[in-house]
């Protein structure tokens, strides 16, 4: 049965630009917009800002250099720069690699406070008023009740690419059978004695897998991050309370952008903590005296909808080390698609890719403008995890360093197409964003004036 349902709501805010989602991508996307001194407007349904580092615990930062260069630069040096000088002392020898995540949501807080960015938490973005083929308004849901907002450029970095999929855009979800990467509950762990931590090699998991101490069998293992150092007592290192961060065991089949399915994956995951809880204790040396202190508020997401845009990043622009005329900037992190399913094929095939489809020191690829530049629509850019690109781009662009990049490219790029008065983002100015992101930070080593 469906039912017609209609009512007024009151248009809340207006800004120039308007920003779905505060992960690494949104802040990034906000933050370099509002410093070029436009009115940003971010929505974020969670209490915080990060995204998948705050809200589903992912312990780590990927690579922010390629080895030489800084690819990250602007916003993700930023935030690189500060989780080294402010994380308190026993996490500050394994950040950023680690993450001190309370540091890290005051970090972003301030970020985006001291750029005059208004925003709002616990608000949700649900729905999108499009008027010949640009967006008029969004709509957002927040405790209270429902309102819009309007603005002349919006932005999604929601990571699932909400907004574009409310804007009726296309998009690309999963392999030719539509899965995706399966997803993982993180968790923080704290007792381990990380001096006497021996990394876990596969006997130990044929062993566990023999004591059927798992439901579900999975050989991918990523494993516990160390993020603090054991505490110093009078005696020396008390050497079992250090503090860890799991990337680890594999929840398949879960849909990000269905509530029922991401229901079952995370009553499913806290299950399977508990078995690598078990597993870790009984099985793997230095976490004898471990416990689980938290799992994440919400499933790991590494995959979902990818958004078409004038540009799909292919497999070949990595393989090639590709240049694009209109790149906004570089990334080197390699393909890293997670088996869809867990059986021996799938897990073969991402270790073969895995170890395969990475670069040496120094190497990298662009990313070009158009592949921020949502099809269809004249006046939404995305950026983050949801850009458009193929399977295995998007398993390389996903990581957050990357996200910085992207965001920064399309809140820079935002805020020239207002100061041009030109809504149109499929017309932007390139050079123009070019040499704007360039007096901004970002690593732009193709662009000539
Ligand atoms: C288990 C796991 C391990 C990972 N390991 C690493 C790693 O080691 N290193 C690394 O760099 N990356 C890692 N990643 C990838 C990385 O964390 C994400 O891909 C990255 O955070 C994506 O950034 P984003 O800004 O695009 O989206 P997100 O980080 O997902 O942020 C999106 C934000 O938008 C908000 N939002 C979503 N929908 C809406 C809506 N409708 N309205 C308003 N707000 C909304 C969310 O609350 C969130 O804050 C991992 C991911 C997972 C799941």
Redesign the pocket.
């Known amino acids: 049965m469906n039912i017609s349902y209609n009512k007024t709501i009151e248009v809340r805010y207006t800004a120039d630009v308007f920003v779905?989602?505060?992960?690494?991508?949104?802040?990034a996307a906000a933050i370099s917009c509002a410093r070029q001194g436009k009115k940003v407007f971010l929505?974020?349904?969670?209490s915080?800002?990060?995204?998948?580092?705050?809200?589903?615990l992912?312990?780590?930062?990927?690579?922010f250099t390629d080895g030489v260069n800084f690819l990250s630069s602007g916003i993700g040096k930023e935030v690189y720069d500060r989780l080294k000088e402010e994380a308190y002392p026993r996490y500050k020898r394994y950040c950023p690699r680690s993450i001190p995540v309370e540091t890290l949501k005051v970090i972003y807080d301030d970020m985006v406070s001291d750029s005059k960015v208004k925003y709002l938490f616990h608000?949700?973005?649900?729905d999108s008023v499009v008027e010949k083929g640009s967006i008029e308004y969004v709509i957002?849901s927040c405790k209270g009740s429902i309102f819009a907002v309007k603005a002349d450029i919006y932005i999604d970095?929601?990571?699932?690419g909400?907004?574009a999929y409310y804007s009726n855009a296309d998009y690309e979800f999963g392999d030719k059978n539509g899965l995706v990467m399966a997803?993982?509950?993180?968790g923080i762990w704290s007792g381990i004695d990380w001096d006497n931590v021996k990394l876990p090699d596969g006997r130990c998991l044929d062993k566990a897998f023999s004591d059927k101490v798992f439901t579900n069998e999975d050989r991918h293992h990523?494993g516990m991050?160390r993020i603090a150092q054991q505490t110093q007592n009078s005696q020396g290192l008390n050497n079992s309370d250090g503090i860890g961060g799991s990337?680890v065991g594999h929840i398949y089949g879960i849909d990000s952008t269905n509530s029922e399915s991401l229901t079952e994956g995370i009553v499913k995951g806290r299950h399977q903590l508990k078995e690598y809880r078990k597993y870790y204790k009984e099985y793997l040396s230095g976490f004898e005296n471990c416990e689980l202190i938290c799992s994440a508020s919400?499933?790991?997401?590494?995959e979902s909808r990818r958004i078409t845009c004038d540009y799909r990043l292919t497999v070949d622009d990595f393989k090639s080390r590709a240049s694009f005329e209109d790149e906004i900037g570089r990334y080197c992190?390699g393909i890293d698609i997670h088996s869809a399913t867990n059986d021996k094929e799938g897990y073969d095939k991402f270790i073969s890719e895995y170890t395969s489809l990475r670069y040496a020191k120094g190497e990298s690829y662009g990313i070009p403008y158009r592949s921020l530049a949502v099809k269809g629509i004249a006046n939404l850019l995305t950026?983050?995890?949801?850009i458009c690109t193929d399977r295995y781009m998007q398993s390389s662009i996903?990581?957050?360093?990357?996200?910085f990049i992207?965001?920064q490219a399309a809140g820079i790029a935002a805020a020239i197409l207002c100061e041009d008065k030109e809504y149109d983002v499929h017309k932007a100015d390139i050079k123009k964003i070019q040499k704007r992101l360039v007096s901004s930070g970002a690593y732009l080593p193709n662009y000539k004036v």
């Open positions: 779905a989602g505060g992960g690494p991508a949104g802040i929505a974020e349904s969670f915080a800002f990060g995204g998948a580092a705050v809200t589903m992912v312990p780590g930062f990927s690579v608000s949700n973005v649900i957002c970095c929601t990571g699932d909400d907004l997803a993982t509950l993180c990523p991050w990337n919400y499933l790991g997401i590494r992190y950026a983050g995890r949801c996903r990581v957050m360093p990357g996200c992207t965001g």
